[in-house]
């Protein structure tokens, strides 16, 4: 009889403790893990955003490059802001190159081709980049081909693949912004595109 009542008295106390704990641990756990699955798989939307764009290579056009121990590598400095203002102009025979096929510069923010001489935006989040976009202009951007997402703009000039990335997610796009949007902001004024040339003897 004292076995059976001393085993009544431990389940009743982790019954009174489960009813006393439980109900906030688990609705706390359920809410981190909705929100890591909603972030695919990270803590919030900028960590999944800043893993997108790794991995979707942004920082090889978008970020300068400079020289170190193993050759060229990023410009930790000057993440993701684009062509640098101050660079000197491209020294190439732009009616050859567009003729002939592309050529880039060894930082990768400039190109030359077919549509002429285009340099690598700033999407940081100063107002020379990205700072003042609304998200519906990022996704028209991505989703749409039109620079700074704006209906009467330009079309986006290659070698921005965004025929490629127009087809991630609302969800993935959001998360891309967010993350862009919290970077650190580097004023950087990229020049406009040049026009392309006449092919030589034309």
Not at 29 to 48: C, D, M
Not at 158 to 168: A, C, H, I, R, S
Not at 171 to 183: C, R, V, W
């Amino acid at each position: 009889m004292l076995r059976i009542t001393t085993a009544c008295v431990i389940f009743s106390a982790v019954i009174i403790i489960s009813c006393n704990e439980s109900p906030t641990t688990s609705v706390k756990a359920a809410e981190e893990t909705v929100a890591t699955e909603n972030y695919g798989g990270f803590k919030s939307r900028e960590q999944w955003g800043e893993h997108l764009v790794t991995i979707c290579a942004c920082h090889d056009c978008h970020t300068p490059k400079k020289v170190g121990p193993q050759g060229m590598e990023l410009d930790s400095s000057m993440f993701l802001s684009g062509h640098p203002a101050q660079s000197p102009a491209v020294d190439v025979n732009h009616k050859e190159m567009q003729h002939k096929g592309l050529i880039v510069t060894n930082d990768l923010t400039t190109w030359v081709g077919p549509w002429g001489v285009s340099y690598t935006a700033n999407i940081t989040s100063d107002a020379t980049g990205i700072g003042s976009w609304k998200e519906e202009q990022f996704f028209k951007a991505i989703r749409e081909g039109k620079f700074k997402g704006l209906d009467n703009n330009r079309p986006i000039l290659p070698p921005m693949p965004w025929p490629v990335y127009k087809n991630m997610t609302d969800d993935e796009l959001k998360a891309i912004f967010a993350y862009l949007k919290s970077t650190k902001p580097i004023k950087n004024v990229v020049p406009p595109p040049v026009a392309p040339l006449a092919a030589p003897g034309k």
